[in-house]
C-alpha cells in the first residue's frame, strides 16, 4: 500500500498481532501534502475496532490537494501485567490523485 494512489474515501486499517491486547489505535490525518507541510501540519483520528479484530478509519481524500501524504499509526496496547504502552508505525506514503483539477477563470475590466 506504500506509494499507493488514492482518492475518494479510502480505509485505513491496522491489523494487530492477535497476541497483543491493543487498546487504541490513532491514525495521523495530514492536511496538505508533504510537499507543502513536513509533519506538523494535520492532526490525530481515533480508528474504530471492528469485529475481525482491526482497527479502521476512513479518510475522505475529496477535498484534498493532489500529492504525498504520510500518514502513520499511533498503537496502544496494555501487557499481561496491565502496564500500558505505545509505539508509532512507520509511515506510509499515499498520493491523493483528485478526478479534476480545480478551475479558476480570471476577467479583466477595461476602463
Not at 510537499?35 to 481524500?61: E, H, I, L, N, P
Not at 499509526?73 to 508505525?89: F, K, M, P
Request: aromatic share 14%; with cysteine; net charge neutral.
Amino acid at each position: 500500500m506504500n506509494g499507493a494512489a488514492v482518492s475518494g474515501a479510502v480505509d485505513l486499517v491496522f491489523t494487530p498481532n492477535p497476541a497483543v491486547n491493543v487498546a487504541q489505535v490513532y491514525f495521523w490525518m495530514p492536511s496538505y501534502p508533504t510537499s507543502y507541510c513536513s509533519w506538523w501540519c494535520g492532526g490525530w483520528t481515533q480508528a474504530v475496532k471492528v469485529a475481525d479484530g482491526t482497527w479502521r478509519f476512513r479518510w475522505d481524500t475529496t477535498n484534498l490537494l493532489s500529492g504525498a501524504y504520510n500518514t502513520y499509526a499511533s498503537v496502544y496496547w496494555i501487557d499481561e501485567l496491565g502496564a500500558g504502552h505505545g509505539r508509532n508505525t512507520p509511515a506510509v506514503t499515499l498520493t491523493a490523485k483528485q478526478a479534476t483539477s480545480p478551475s479558476i477563470s480570471i476577467r479583466t475590466m477595461s476602463p
